[in-house]
């Protein structure tokens, strides 16, 4: 029994009052004359034996009242908290796409966000956080009200980060008793991440009722031309063999095709289609069936008809550049050292210099304020380059300088496979191919440069220097056919085509929602002015950068929600953008308890919200007994009134 107000029962003290009455009286007995009568005797005996007796119990009544009415005032009460200890929980609702899957209640999130409404507690206070937001410091009603509004979020759910999360949030909680609630499924989660929890933990696992799912994982589009495209989408089906999945195409919500497909038991198919092409292409794949998860069933993409990279090449022998950068991807543009359009320049998004002897003064400065907006440069020296002109030139980019020229021919022999450049170049790593060489070379000293393709002697061949914005290529050595036969090699196309596809990063046909993406478009925009994205339910301004003809957007953890999205400047629309959900939520891969060999004694596994709520709630309840003890008082004041009037002495 513990008391609330302990310093009371110093009243006890008052206990000795009656019974210093009780021992000390000072009633004084009047000596009676009496006929000395032998029967009288035992009858004074009897009566000054009742006369005590009344005497006794009035005492034990009178400290009773007492003793009852100071521990009334004391509030006893029986709990397994003290009532001065303040009792929080910090609650983790994993309201990812996963917990939206149908359990044996219904929603798996919408049923825990309930039976965490219908179970808060008066006496306790709460913090709430799920994927996306914190709620802290909330009282009873406060729980109840924020748990009813949470809504599914397609930003996965990562323990570790929920952990430390709520570490951080429970520390300045002091001279409070702190247990921390974890709902989730679990998914794609190893029980070592709980082993360094310390504070009291209940996990609660949430289960979907169906175990199988067939998800669309992704989509690659080739062959796209005028008239049509092939289009790839990659199924995956985590349960039994599925014969005759109805699978659809959409293009602005009209039906373009369809097909039915058989995908083996816990497989994957490529299924193709061929859809016809249309100017504005807002594309969606659907499958219909009755699975664990229906977030996975479709995924959104667009088609882009119309974005291509400008090219400008500054120099004499162009022409296989021109072989390269076609029209399909490239707008092209040749350009003479006499003949440049100065103007044209802030209109590119890649200048190549094809072997100038000289740079003019004018040249430089416009090259400069190229890279600086983010335009990126290829730099193939002449073998008769004015050293002096080349060396302004660098200093002015701050990229470094020329030393000298070396006439020694070398072979071209190393191909940096890890470089940016080449991702998805090559099947293998080829060791032995039809080396190129060149006759003389140009020594330099760049700064922050890495290397692309090296020499035999490891020196490098091309090296890529990262301005600020733009990127800087330089070859060390001229192309034309007198001094290298590097234009005859099979590098020569990819390193170039893939020079100009990076200079712009074209619109992909779908991005991932709460992943970290880059978009780019080729844009013009006035000073100041912004782009937002928006579609019909929400808006939003991103991260964004404007760089020489384009503009640079990066999204986290906006948009909320997958679809089609429209990025939009001065009213106008300039680009239109799908998100999907993230692949990982479609797992059906589950913690299991049961194969955990060693659970620590301050985590409680458990499966139902509301009994495990109920079970705290009558574990941490107050039952007062200061009524008791008030009527306990009051019946001894009556036992007292009956005694003094009804016992005859």
Known sequence: MQFKNPEILYFLLLLIIPILVHLFQLRKFKKVPFTNVAFLQKLVIENRKSSQLKKWLILATRMLLIAATVIAFAQPYFSNATIDSKQHFTIYLDNSLSNTAKGEKGNLLQIAAQ????NASEKNSYHLITNDEVYKNLSNTDLKNTALKIKSSAKPSKIKDILLQ?????????????????ISDFQNTQFDVFSKLTSKTTLIQLLPELKNNISIDSLFITDKNANNFNLTVRITNNSDTQKDLPTAIYNNKKLVTKKTVNIDKKSTNNISFTVENTPEFLGEISTSVNDTYSFDNNLYFTVQNNETINVMAIGNNNSFLSKIYTNNEFKFLNSTVEKIN?????????????ELESISESLQKAINQFVNKGGNVVIIPNNSLNLSSYNSFFNKLSIGKIDKIRNDSLKITQIVYDHPLFKNVFDKRVKNFQYPTTKNQIITALNNASKVIKFEDNSAFIQQINNKNGKIYWFASALNKNNSNFTNSPLVVPVFYNIGLQSLQFTKSYYTLHQENTIEISTQLQKEEIVAIENEKSSFIPLQQSLQNKIKITTTDQPATNGFYKIV????IISQVAFNNPISESSLNFLDFSKISEIPQNINIKNNVAETLQEI????EVQWLWKWFLILAIVSLLLEILILKYFKV
Do not use: C, F, G, H
């Not at 103007?343 to 190549?352: F, P, V």
């Not at 400047?569 to 106008?572: K, L, P, Q, S």
């Open 569 to 572: 400047a001065r009213d106008n």
């Open 115 to 118: 039976e965490i409404a219908e």
């Open 166 to 182: 709520i570490e951080t949030i429970n520390t300045p909680l002091k001279n409070t008793s702190v247990e921390n609630i974890i």
């Open 342 to 354: 100065y103007n044209a320049i802030d209109e590119q998004q890649l200048i190549i210099l094809n």
């Open 617 to 620: 709630n009558k574990k941490n």
